[in-house]
């Protein structure tokens, strides 16, 4: 589903000089698979997640998702692969605190210019991360691993292929991040889809497909 050939990226500093973040990565990250991105802070591993979604460009290599070559994309044909083809889960959560769980997903929802079936999608989703009986719940009445199941239901409502996860179980304690972990391979087994997520968490690496590391 997605590869890397050769991939880098520097950041320049203000005094002319530069950081390497990233150095010829070549990475295969097929289809409904758990793939994580193992390594200690500062590796890289949010910086590689975002160049895989588009969200950066990399100094240097190519990268493709379903044979398409992201230097080939404009603005607006990254924006639709980001809007329908995938799906993001953030360590800070992000939830929207004057909405309901309900609210929060169809909000996103609506963002991906999703028009039909919005209620069928969001009552499925809250339902397949164990949250059917708290979609009324505001943020602030949830636990943190609710609401990081909440932000998963969002991230996935819209049905992408694939979805980045930038350290999802980062706040939570390892019987947290175990239990996150477990529903992304129940979201995979059940509907195809892929993850890819980042992880510091040496507890967890045991339950991925691909493991890769950063240094």
């Not at 050939?5 to 990250?29: A, M, P, Q, R």
């Not at 939830?95 to 069928?120: Q, S, W």
């Amino acid at each position: 589903m997605l590869n890397t050939e050769h991939v880098g990226k520097e950041f320049h500093t203000g005094n002319g000089k530069h950081i390497t973040v990233l150095e010829d990565v070549n990475i295969e990250i097929p289809s409904g698979k758990l793939v994580m991105l193992k390594g200690r802070s500062g590796s890289g591993k949010t910086t590689l997640l975002n160049i895989l979604s588009t969200l950066d460009v990399p100094t240097s290599g190519k990268i493709w998702f379903n044979d398409k070559d992201y230097s080939l994309l404009n603005n607006d044909e990254k924006e639709h692969l980001r809007r329908y083809e995938m799906g993001f889960v953030f360590q800070s959560v992000a939830l929207l605190p004057i909405m309901t769980a309900y609210e929060n997903v169809d909000f996103a929802l609506r963002t991906a210019g999703i028009k039909n079936n919005r209620d069928k999608l969001i009552c499925e989703a809250l339902e397949n991360v164990g949250l059917a009986d708290r979609m009324k719940h505001m943020p602030s009445q949830l636990s943190g691993g609710e609401q990081q199941r909440v932000a998963i239901a969002r991230a996935f409502a819209h049905r992408p292929q694939i979805i980045f996860a930038d350290e999802p179980t980062g706040s939570l304690d390892t019987a947290g991040g175990i239990r996150i972990v477990l529903l992304f391979s129940e979201l995979i087994e059940k509907y195809g889809i892929t993850v890819v997520m980042s992880t510091h968490d040496m507890g967890l690496v045991e339950f991925a497909d691909i493991l890769y590391e950063l240094q």
